[in-house]
């Protein structure tokens, strides 16, 4: 059965709230009835995550992984790796160590000894984007239920294999783009779904520029012995070969192609999904990429895009604007006001739509207010999460849109049912990266 907008809108709002558990299933919280999880990647995103489930009381954090034993890199100098995320997690729990209900925190190398783990319920992913396609693949295919770091993927047909699996498999799966449980979002996309600035024609979308030096490393370039207890040869996995050097992994590794698309795709997974929520376009897409441009990085290893600009027009006529040089957020603009939202933040013209009700009658999207909890509450449940992965294929398809045709220097046609370019071969190439041997999904 196919279901118009509308009605997608309502029965999905409705499934994401989560079935009731019994109170026993938590009795006395015990350890032995939580929800056990490992973290896969525990660099900075990783380990700002892994502080966030310690913080829900139904999980138990068993086990950390990551090719990084203890290292530089990360944020502003910061060290990271397993063995601090792991000394994270023991000190955590150490109030239940002496009732002997704790048993400790293992610390991997390797994902697949995680995965081997029958004892793990779930898993979350923070790794490098040209990890995420053939990490959540092997958990689905594991039987674990996945939380993932956007952006979702490193390429369109990887992004494809993500919802494939997750879907073959049943997980519940929940991307880390977790400004949908951010009210001021939800608030702005309802207020464009129920009319209040008329008829919608412009979405602008305002991303992030450059190519920071996040890591304190973009000066050291050259090639070099990687340091004791990184596994540089596991971390590239299935990108290109390329020497060590400290410019190249750590946080700033979203600055090359190879690993990632810049702040395009870094935020992408962020302003162009929420915006795709208030068009009602979450499953499907694009199908036109016009006016893109773009400035890229001048730097012996950086090479992503610092400043871009293209439009992604749909078919109903509605023109997305994505830009570093837009309003930081989402700007809705209609035929009779505009509203606008950014994290923590939403305004509107007319200034009265701030205070509009949205009725009983009326769209009302998923509501969440916590990330971390949602993912929880869903493998509970096993209901769909507030970001499906789904629905954040779709999302970053249209960063992955704009990067291609940043590239190819052209306007590109795209149909977003059948997910390749019109009669565009050349296009249609970069719809995917060869994996390097043995990985593949």
Known sequence: MKLDRRTFLKTSAAAALPAIVPSTV???????????MASIGVGNQGTNDLRGFLQDSRV?????CDVMREGGGYWSGTVRGREVARKIVDEHYAKEAPSGTYKGCAAYELFEDVL??????????????????????????????????????????????????VTRYQRVFQCGSQQRSDRNFRRAAELVLNGRIGKLHTVRCGLPSGVPDYGRTASQCESAAPPDGFNYERWLGP???????????????RWVLDYSGGQLTDWGGHHPDCAQW???????????????????????????????????????????IVSDRERGGV???????????????????????????????????????????NFIDCVLSRGPTVAPVEVAHRSITIAHLGNI????????NWDPAKECFVNDPQADRMLGRTMRSPWTV
């Open 239 to 253: 990108a290109p070969w390329a020497p060590y050097c400290p410019a190249r992994v750590g946080v700033n590794f």
């Open 26 to 36: 938590f009795g006395a919280e015990a350890p032995s009835n939580r929800v056990t």
């Open 331 to 373: 700007t809705f603009e209609g035929t009779d006001g505009w509203v606008w939202a950014n994290r923590g933040r939403h305004d509107a013209q007319p200034k009265e739509l701030l205070q509009s009700a949205i009725t009983p009658g009326e769209i009302h999207l998923y509501e969440s207010s916590n990330h971390f909890r």
């Open 405 to 412: 045709a940043m590239r190819l220097g052209r306007d590109l």
């Open 116 to 165: 081997g783990r029958s004892d793990i319920d779930a898993v979350e992913i923070a790794v490098p984007d040209h990890w995420h396609a053939l990490l959540t693949v092997a958990a689905a295919r594991a039987g674990k239920d996945i939380y993932c770091q956007k952006p979702l993927s490193l390429t369109i047909r990887e992004g494809r294999a993500m919802v494939e699996a």
């Open 60 to 64: 138990q954090v068993v086990a950390v």
């Open 278 to 320: 208030g068009m009602g376009t979450e499953l499907t897409g694009p199908v036109k990429i016009q006016n893109a441009r773009a400035e890229w990085a001048d730097h012996p290893v950086y090479n992503t895009a610092t400043s871009y600009y293209f439009e992604a027009v749909y078919a109903n006529g509605v023109k997305m």
